[in-house]
């Protein structure tokens, strides 16, 4: 006798803000009772467009979102082996083919005394 | 004794000359515009003479109403200033880094107010109030006759109350022919 089981992992999606807009982004997700909160991406505003072509920007502080979840087409760099976010970090990026980017901060505009966590937007 | 008094004259000749070229003609750092921010860089390739506009700097005033009294790139080698602007912004956008001149973008960039831009060298400074800053807009372009050009940031002289300070932005600012340049450009002319 074949017996079909059907697994389901929930996904708990939380709100966030960009330079771009609103969207929503999968933050934790719970199996069983297995409860794996993944830290939260915040919320941006402060922005600075910057010009599509080939460009290296660096500035004090890298936002990063938990292991597992790629936030590649969120930042536009995969940050997804790492975990939490660094204080310390330089975040390099090329800004490739966007008809245009953002850098966001968090607390301030990047480059400001207290940025925050600053992040790519497409 | 001769050439001891020799020796303590010349160390007082060359103390004041250093003292008179300086300090007191840049102004402390620690005035009302602040420290010039979180250490960073930004880096474009472009051809030669090819115009870039660079806005991710910005003015946030403490104090009184100020006015400054020069702009220009700070320790700049083969970086043509072409034109720089004080631009108000009233919401959470910069006016950012674009190619070519600037000009105004009230679609893509609500807040900031190009129409209300003054020229940097002279523009008065209003106490920032809120979200509200001044944004710092450069066109720049590299030199012919170079493939790397840049600037250790951007050095604002201004004037508040009766006190006379240097700003200088912690952001350089490069421009190469190639971006896979940026990298060792942007080691070699890092902070120490």
Known sequence: ?122 | MTRRWHFMAAAAVLAAAMASCAPSSSGPTDGPFGNGGTAGASCHSGRVREVFTNGDQFIRNKGPQARITGLSLADDHHIELLGSWIVPITGHTLYGNWQGWPIARPRQLPGVHWDERQPADGASIPTASGLNVQNIVLAVARAPGNREAWARGILVKYRSGDHDYTLLTATRIAIVTQVSECDSLLKRIAPA
């Open chain 1, 1 to 122: 006798m074949l017996i079909a089981r059907l697994y389901r992992t929930a996904f708990i999606f939380h709100r966030y803000s960009d330079c771009v807009g609103e969207f929503v982004q999968a933050a934790e997700w719970a199996g069983g009772k297995i409860i794996k909160v993944v830290p939260a991406l915040k919320s941006v505003a402060f922005c600075v467009p910057e010009l599509p072509g080939q460009s290296k920007i660096t500035k004090g502080t890298a936002a990063t979102f938990g292991a597992g979840v790629s936030l590649l087409k969120v930042v536009g760099i995969n940050l997804s082996a790492q975990t939490g976010h660094s204080t310390s970090a330089a975040l390099a990026f090329q800004v490739n083919g966007n008809p245009i980017a953002h850098l966001g901060g968090t607390t301030d505009f990047p480059g400001g005394t207290k940025p925050g966590l600053i992040q790519q937007t497409p």
